[in-house]
């Protein structure tokens, strides 16, 4: 058993995983694909003092530092089920889906989130060359070029008033007959020169010339009738969802199913913590999910020092 077990391989468990390690205790990271969206990602260019990354370069690098220190590495292992403690410093059990189990004295989870996706023709074929999902990572790549924002709701539109500051027009597709962002940011949004709103429009395909995206095609859900329009990128804006469906009876989750966690990192279970893009923190970045992660882990080494000598 580990005294700091830790469940997600993404930067937010390679931080805690070093963290802990530091202090000279068990620790185990148990992932499902060590390196986590990071893999997923091609140009990064706000991880802070280094001024251009890849994603594959940073994940191999994430795995390296980790290496540096004694901690145990189960990669290709997913998580299906947590059982808490059943008293204050005992185990926890985490359930993986070949039927094994693995024990922590704490635990951190560090499952991170997926992008919604839209599921038509060219979106996976052109990501990364046009589609994206995250405005604060990639909306500098596309100054001065033409964008869309799929999605009116609160992220959609936020996106939408980011990307008009930076790139040359902005078209906010929505599916429904009105945004549903709220009624400051829709005001804010309509008070932009730069930005067209559609609402009752099914995107239906991304189109591109092989390298990378030149336009989509939309339904318009009210005549049926297919409309094209020209541009360079497409922000997927439907939602991110965070990967915590095998904790559902475990732990206290946010109505959008986000962890809940306070300021140092604990849940609603005692000596049970939790890091990163699958917790309440605002904003999901590489940075931000790399400070989560430190502070679940000295927040873990903090609890075990408080238990009683057994
Ligand atoms: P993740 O990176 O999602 O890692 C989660 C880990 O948990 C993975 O190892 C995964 O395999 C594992 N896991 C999930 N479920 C289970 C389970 N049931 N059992 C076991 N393991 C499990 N951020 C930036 O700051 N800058 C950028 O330029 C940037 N660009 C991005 C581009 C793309 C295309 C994407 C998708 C994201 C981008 N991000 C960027 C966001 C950034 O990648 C995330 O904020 C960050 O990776 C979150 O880290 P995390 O450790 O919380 O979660």
Not at 165 to 191: N, P, Y
Not at 195 to 209: E, M, W
Request: charged share 20%.
């Amino acid at each position: 058993p580990f005294e700091v077990l830790i469940v997600g391989g993404g930067p937010a468990g390679a931080a805690a995983a070093i963290y802990a390690a530091r202090k000279g205790i068990r620790t185990g990271v148990a992932a499902e694909r060590f390196g986590g969206q990071v893999l997923d990602t091609m140009a990064i260019e706000n991880f802070i003092s280094v001024n251009h990354t890849e994603g594959p370069k940073l994940a191999a690098a994430l795995e390296a530092h980790v290496k540096d220190y004694d901690v145990e590495i189960m990669n290709l292992q997913r998580a299906t089920k947590l059982i808490p403690a059943r008293t204050e410093g005992g185990y926890h059990e985490v359930v993986l889906d070949n039927g094994a189990s693995l024990k922590g004295r704490t635990l951190i989870l560090s499952t991170g989130a997926r992008w919604r996706q839209m599921g038509v023709p060219g979106e996976d074929e052109y990501r990364n060359k046009g589609v994206a999902y995250c405005p604060h990572c990639d909306g500098p790549l596309f100054k001065g070029k033409r964008v869309a924002v799929i999605g009116g709701g609160n992220s959609g539109v936020e996106a939408a008033i980011d990307l008009a500051g930076i790139v040359a027009h902005v078209t906010l597709i929505e599916f429904d007959s009105q945004l549903r962002a709220d009624a400051v940011l829709q005001r804010k949004l309509a008070s932009l020169p730069n930005v067209k709103i559609i609402t009752s429009a099914l995107t239906s395909k991304v189109d591109g010339n092989g390298e990378r995206v030149t336009g989509l095609s939309y339904k318009d859900r009210n005549s049926g009738t297919e409309h094209d329009i020209a541009l360079e990128g497409i922000f997927v804006q439907i939602g991110l969802v965070p990967n915590t469906e095998w904790l559902k009876d475990a732990v206290a989750l946010s109505p959008r199913g986000e962890i809940e966690i306070d300021a140092r990192g604990e849940t609603s279970v005692p000596g049970v913590f939790a890091a990163g893009d699958c917790t309440t923190v605002p904003y999901k970045q590489i940075v931000i999910a790399m400070g989560a992660g430190s502070t679940a882990g000295l927040s873990a080494f903090d609890y075990l020092i408080r238990l009683p000598a057994s």
